[in-house]
């Protein structure tokens, strides 16, 4: 099979164990495909968890998962030097959860910023430092961190800096009545071991496709169109008041890098060679909802992030 055809399986395979939730599967695969890590959001009982576990299973690749809470220590993820006496008699660097392929955050909000600091340079440079020596991290290096939208008491937000390192902030709802029918019936048979097992993909792949993705064809048009957008959460005066009053920051370049590296991903992943706008409006949700941050304003009007950047693709034409 091709590399296409390879991931498109890989997409269908996590599937078969979300019921619902196609769009999140699809948003999760685009991080994948980017180089990218994801920052999954919503309530309890969701599938966030399941989500990336489905994409361990369906990828030849290892998985560690990491409970934040209040008591951790940075050194409980990225590893520290311990003495053996007996055998080297010298101090032996002990690797933490955050050496693995994919890394599940779970609940990333309820440690200290000390804590959530330590996956910095683990997600921007792909790499920790400990005692002054590097590690590197694996050519496969994913963090996916879920959060709780509504249990916010003895959480620590997360730093507009670490934010940024995520190429989306994806949102996860309810199912539908219909879906969630079909999900009862998914866990009564997985139950009764009536599920079928697939046959997981190699991460290798993964590594191929994304050299091909780089080679997707931007277009100037839709190069500026990506540009526009973000400079619109920049300069929202001069598109209308309304927008003025509502944003209080804008995104930075990171945001530009993520629209394009998503976008050309949405293009390869529907094989196509060239990216358009519609391929942009796609990700632009997820790819800028944790980067533009509301004035009081927007608060006080009821307008939430989702609605403001809904505002500015109105608004923002394609040249």
């Known amino acids: 099979m091709t590399g296409l055809e390879q991931i498109l399986t890989l997409q269908k395979n996590m599937g078969k ?17 980017t180089d990218g890590n ?8 969701l599938a966030k968890t399941r989500a990336v576990k489905s ?22 993820i990225t590893g520290t030097e311990i003495y053996q006496p007996q055998t080297e008699q010298k101090f032996v660097f002990q690797p933490g959860p955050i050496f693995s392929n994919l890394v599940l955050a779970d609940e990333i909000n309820r440690a200290p910023a000390k804590v959530q600091s330590a996956l910095l340079e683990a997600m921007e440079e792909r790499q ?45 709802d309810y199912p539908s009545s219909e879906e969630e029918a079909k999900i009862v019936e998914l866990v009564r048979n997985e139950t009764k071991g009536e599920i079928s097992k697939t046959m ?5 792949t993964v590594l191929d496709v994304r050299k091909e993705i780089n080679n997707v064809l931007v277009s100037q048009a839709a190069e500026k169109y990506m540009v526009d957008l973000v400079s619109a959460t920049r300069y929202p005066d001069k598109i209308n008041k309304d927008l003025a009053r509502w ?19 949405v293009a390869w992943l529907d094989g196509r060679n060239s990216v358009t706008p519609d391929d942009t409006r796609y990700i632009v949700h997820d790819v800028l909802r944790h980067r533009v941050i509301l004035s009081y304003e927007a608060n006080a009007d009821r307008v939430d992030i989702n609605s403001v950047i809904d505002h500015i693709l109105k608004n923002v034409a394609v040249i």
């Open 247 to 265: 944003i209080a920051y804008g995104a930075s370049p990171r945001g530009t890098i993520a629209l394009d590296k998503c976008s050309r991903a």
């Open 200 to 204: 997981p993909i190699d991460q290798n």
């Open 17 to 33: 164990s979300i019921i619902g939730q196609e769009n999140v599967i699809s948003k999760i695969i685009i991080a994948l495909l």
């Open 128 to 172: 920790v430092s400990v005692a002054g020596k590097t590690y590197k991290m694996e050519p496969l290096f994913m963090v996916l961190a879920t959060q709780n939208p509504i249990e916010q008491e003895g959480t620590y937000p997360l730093p507009e800096a670490q934010l940024d390192r995520f190429i989306m902030k994806i949102l996860i």
């Open 38 to 45: 994801v920052l999954l959001e919503g309530l309890p009982g």
């Open 55 to 76: 994409l361990a299973a369906n990828l030849n690749c290892r998985l560690n998962r990491i409970q934040f809470t209040p008591d951790l220590l940075p050194s409980d």
